[in-house]
């Protein structure tokens, strides 16, 4: 059964307490008055912004018009981060984690010896898009200039290349040597440097795409707002905001500020929400010809970590399954009398029907099919079962569920691998509505009232709409 939203936010809150421990109390926390306030005054910015921007990735990403090029990648889920090293020279106040091992170059699940090995990793997987963080990546201008070179060597214009950096390491010789690289866009956080556009604008002209990109601090706001025009002045041609996120880590920086926190999948600043709407309705008010992305916390959470999924899932999924909108795997089947079944499929086989688009597995009574088969069976008298799956890339394998191993040109092999997440038997009225709204619908059905599809539904599609203020 599907938890009530009460059931959700106790689940979160427990969460969130677990995460902090003996510092959790310390944490100012919005209070239901202080939430219905705060939901209040984003709806008030929401409706002031309505009809001026575009809205994307479920109401999750503002403003879609004018994205840098690396941002409408990322928003299509085809966009690999290599942290090129653990390393950084800025110590800011919202950095996540330690930055003070080199270590070698990886995704978040996946590390990489040579360049040819990750070039393999993005043939594989398809992306369009990879970018160079850190740490700071200027900081091993070697590794990063080696790992660029050979992938712009092997996909050419087809993949688009970023790099993050502070900046402090930027000069004329170095940002030459990036755009011989091949390098497509560079984004700078002038947060490690005081808000100076300074080493900037040294890039405009030279890299195609010049981005300031850093989180919207909230006492930061009056600065920025002088510091967007600063920006367009001086060709920067765009402005993306993160929403600030506490992590154990930074818990003792934080400490210091008068933020109040956001309970979710994650510890967010509810200021830092609103400061960056402030600031694209600003933006909007003044003219300015800057276009600002606000890449909210949830966006990330949910829409690349589904991306994350679609990838595994293109390995892993056997004929008959599907991936859906929220990126895993589903396997649909008939559960019933082995007699039933049997009939199900001796009427499949008389069809002529690809018989791997379904699978008969009598020791487990149970048919597996495709969607597009629904209309040549025979459901009655049987059930309707719908089971999740969740899929990964991994450096090694864990024995615990199915994998493929894949090998790079090293010799070396990563892994693909499935686990099941979520199993519903659905039968009579469920089964039907779910075969009728969630096969055909295309976009997320709304208003279900069933208990067992209330229960699937965030294993079909991503929630939709900013982080929920309770």
């Known amino acids: 059964m599907a938890a009530e939203p009460d059931e959700q936010h106790s689940r979160l809150i427990e969460a969130n307490r677990r995460e902090y421990g003996e510092f959790y109390p310390a944490l100012t926390f919005l209070s239901p ?6 939901t209040d005054r984003r709806a008030a910015l929401l409706a002031e912004l309505a009809g001026r921007i575009e809205l994307g990735c479920g109401g999750t990403k503002l403003d879609m ?7 409408r990648i990322c928003a299509a889920g085809e966009w690999s981060c290599l942290f090129i090293n653990g390393r950084c020279n800025a110590r800011c106040f919202y950095c996540p984690s330690r930055q003070d091992e080199t270590g070698l170059p990886g995704t978040n699940t996946v590390t990489f010896r040579s360049p040819a090995d990750y070039v393999a990793y993005l043939e594989q997987f398809g992306f369009r898009g990879m970018s160079l963080s850190g740490g700071e990546p200027l900081l091993t201008p070697g590794r990063s200039l080696g790992f660029l070179k050979a992938a712009k060597k092997h996909f050419g214009d087809k993949l688009h290349t ?3 950096t502070n900046g402090t390491l930027v000069d004329r010789d170095l940002l030459l040597r990036l755009r011989d690289a091949g390098l497509d866009e560079i984004r700078f956080d002038i947060g490690a440097v005081d808000y100076s556009l300074e080493k900037a604008a040294q890039a405009v002209g030279l890299i195609p ?11 930061k706001r009056e600065l920025l707002r002088t510091k967007m025009a600063e920006m367009a002045d001086r060709g920067i041609r765009h402005l993306n905001l993160h929403q600030l996120r506490l992590t154990p880590y930074s818990q003792p920086r934080f400490a210091k500020r008068p933020y109040n926190y956001l309970h979710g999948e994650k510890v967010t600043v509810l200021e830092s929400e ?3 709407l402030e600031l694209i309705c600003y933006g909007l008010d003044a003219g300015i010809d800057l276009p600002v992305n606000y890449c909210s916390f949830v966006f990330k959470h949910r829409y690349q970590k589904a991306a994350a999924r679609r990838r595994g899932a293109s390995l892993m999924g056997k004929s008959y399954e599907s991936v859906t909108a929220a990126g895993y795997l589903r396997s649909m089947a008939l559960g019933g009398e082995a007699e039933q079944l049997d009939s199900v499929a001796e009427h499949l086989r008389s069809l002529g029907r690809d018989n791997t688009r379904w699978a008969f597995l009598p020791a487990k009574r149970t048919l597996h099919f495709a969607p597009e088969l629904v209309s040549h069976i025979d459901f009655t008298g049987c059930a309707l079962i719908i089971s999740y799956a969740d899929t ?5 394998v864990s024995y615990r569920n199915p994998f493929k191993e894949l090998k790079l040109p090293s010799g070396r092999k990563i892994v693909a691998e499935r ?12 089964a039907r509505a779910f075969l009728r709204d969630y096969l055909n619908a295309g976009v997320s059905p709304e208003g279900q009232s069933h208990t067992g599809l209330k229960s699937l539904h965030a294993y079909e599609y991503l929630a939709e709409g900013l982080q929920e203020y309770f």
């Not at 990964?392 to 090694?396: C, D």
């Open 33 to 38: 008055h202080a939430a219905e306030a705060a």
């Open 65 to 71: 018009r004018r994205l840098s090029p690396g941002c």
């Open 162 to 164: 970023w790099l993050y």
């Open 209 to 219: 795409t010049v981005t300031v990109e850093i989180p919207a601090v909230p006492e």
């Open 274 to 276: 609103l400061t960056a």
């Open 392 to 396: 990964a890339i991994l450096e090694k």
């Open 419 to 430: 686990s099941p997440v979520a199993e519903f038997v659905l039968e009579g009225v469920e």
